[in-house]
């Protein structure tokens, strides 16, 4: 096998199924090169399967490949194979072995099942503006204020849905075509997200509720799935959003709203109000200053005063277009056509 573009791309992917912890098991946290010019790797929740070329077998830590492959000059040309239980990199006057692992198990690789096709074929509506979505939707699910069981992205019919308990995210589009409902470990789905910007997607498969996606270039990924009970959010988004009065905003307004509650304290709680036809924003920070700011002129009669955690306006207001206020909860809908609904403070 000689260093060419496979390998540079296998270094990112070393790095996100990299754990010292889990190498151990000889299952997950490694890289598994097979005979049949195959390498596979996986961290429970994001897997992986690429063509590399090569015809040698053995298994090596995905962290210690990484720490010494980043180093390397990805314009050489390198030897890359296994000797005498090590995996071994030659060139330009440079030598390195990294120690193979033995492992009893056998992993079960994704070449099998999508060539199998023992799943259901999905279509994926794969776009560079459905990749900020998955981002966004991702920070929701992954948020401190998440319990575990709601650490998941879900893709419905109906569109992608996330939440913390205190913040729904929905984008009410649908992204996987062909399937009732799956719900995907949401750092399965933040890893999917790194590895498919700027790759051409071949083909897609729900197995055994895992998503698995080809990409060109004999490139697959897998995505953890669970079977879960979850709530309706997009009913639930709805019955919220049609009850607040709504307002266009200008984007350069939640950008400002967007980089005050940056330099906030997490608990501070900041006050959206309008009054007299002008939104303005009020708070009174722990880190010991006060801020009082009038945004914008506003179509809204009557008065409000809607107060919200700063650390749950955080990222929600990046990119806002449509603001809505109640005494429940903020409604929001950014450029992308993300809408949210958070809980206010009493």
Known sequence: MKWDIVMPKLVKLARLV?????????????????????????????????????????????????????????????????????????????????????????????????????????????????????????????????????????????????????????????????????????????????????????????????????????FYVGVLGYDMSYPELGDVLVGYRDKVKKVAVDLVVTDEISRIVKVLDPSDVVYLEVDEGWLGLRVSSLRGFEWTRKLQKVNMEGGYVVGVLARDLDGVIDGVIELGLSDDVIYCRSVEGIEYVVATIS
Not at 60 to 70: G, M, R, T
Not at 170 to 190: A, R, T
């Open 18 to 218: 990299a754990d010292e912890k889990l190498e151990k098991t000889g299952l997950f946290g490694v890289l598994h090169f097979f005979k049949d010019g195959y390498v596979y790797g996986s961290n429970g929740f994001f897997e992986f399967e690429l063509w590399y070329g090569g015809s040698f077998e053995g298994v090596v830590p995905a962290s210690k490949f990484y720490d010494v492959v980043k180093v390397l000059d990805p314009g050489v040309v390198y030897g890359v194979g296994m000797e005498e239980g090590y995996f071994v990199i030659r060139g330009n006057d440079v030598e390195v072995k990294i120690s193979k692992i033995h492992v009893d198990g056998t992993v079960n690789r994704i070449i099998p099942l999508v060539k199998g096709r023992g799943g259901r074929e999905v279509v994926i509506d794969w776009k560079d503006e459905v990749l900020k979505v998955l981002k966004k939707e991702g920070e929701i699910a992954s948020s401190g204020s998440s319990s575990v069981e709601y650490r998941v992205i879900c893709f419905d019919k109906g569109g992608i849905f996330a939440t913390d308990r205190v913040r729904i995210a929905c984008y009410f589009v649908p992204f996987i075509v062909g399937e009732e409902k799956v719900m995907l470990s949401v750092s399965g789905v933040k890893q999917l997200v790194e590895v498919a910007e700027g790759e051409r997607i071949v083909g897609a498969w729900i197995i055994g509720g895992r998503l698995y996606v080809e990409f060109d270039g004999e």
